[in-house]
C-alpha cells in the first residue's frame, strides 16, 4: 500500500488480476443467468429439464458476448455524444442561424419518428 499525502488517493497493488476478471465474468454470468430464470419465470415459459452442461456454458457465453456488444455500442454512443458537445461551438459560429435551426427540427423529427415506432399499437 502507497501513501503519497495525507489528501491523496491511496493505491493498492494487487497482483491477482486474472483470478479477479475471472470471478468478475463468474458473477456477471451467473446474474444473467438468474434474470433469464426470473424473466422465465414472469412469462410462464418451461424449461427442459434435461438441459445439458455444454448448453448452459453457451448459454452464458452468449449472453455475456450480449453484454459485451451492448456495452460497446454504448460506449460509441458516448463518444459520438461527446464528440458533438465539442464541436457544439464550432458548428455554431460555422453555420449560419437557419441552417442550425433547420437541423435541430431534423434532429426532433427523427427522434418523434422514431419514438412513434418503439411505441405498440
Known amino acids: 500500500m502507497v501513501v503519497v499525502s ?5 493505491a493498492i497493488r494487487v497482483d491477482y488480476h486474472p483470478f479477479g476478471v475471472g470471478i468478475l465474468l463468474f ?4 446474474v444473467v443467468y438468474h434474470l433469464k430464470i426470473s ?5 410462464r415459459t418451461k424449461l427442459d429439464p434435461e438441459v445439458k452442461i455444454k448448453k448452459v456454458i ?3 457465453v452468449l449472453s455475456f458476448a450480449f453484454i459485451l456488444a451492448i456495452g460497446f455500442l454504448l ?22 442561424d ?3 435551426y433547420a437541423a435541430y427540427t431534423i ?4 427522434r418523434r419518428c422514431a419514438d412513434t415506432l418503439k411505441k405498440p399499437n
Open 6 to 10: 495525507q489528501f491523496s488517493v491511496i
Open 107 to 110: 434532429d426532433f423529427l427523427i
Open 27 to 30: 458473477a456477471a454470468s451467473g
Open 39 to 43: 424473466l422465465n419465470a414472469i412469462w
Open 75 to 96: 460506449l460509441i454512443s458516448f463518444i459520438v455524444t461527446a464528440a458533438i458537445s465539442i464541436l457544439n461551438d464550432t458548428i455554431r459560429e460555422v453555420l449560419p
Open 98 to 100: 437557419v441552417l442550425l
Open 58 to 60: 453457451i448459454d452464458r
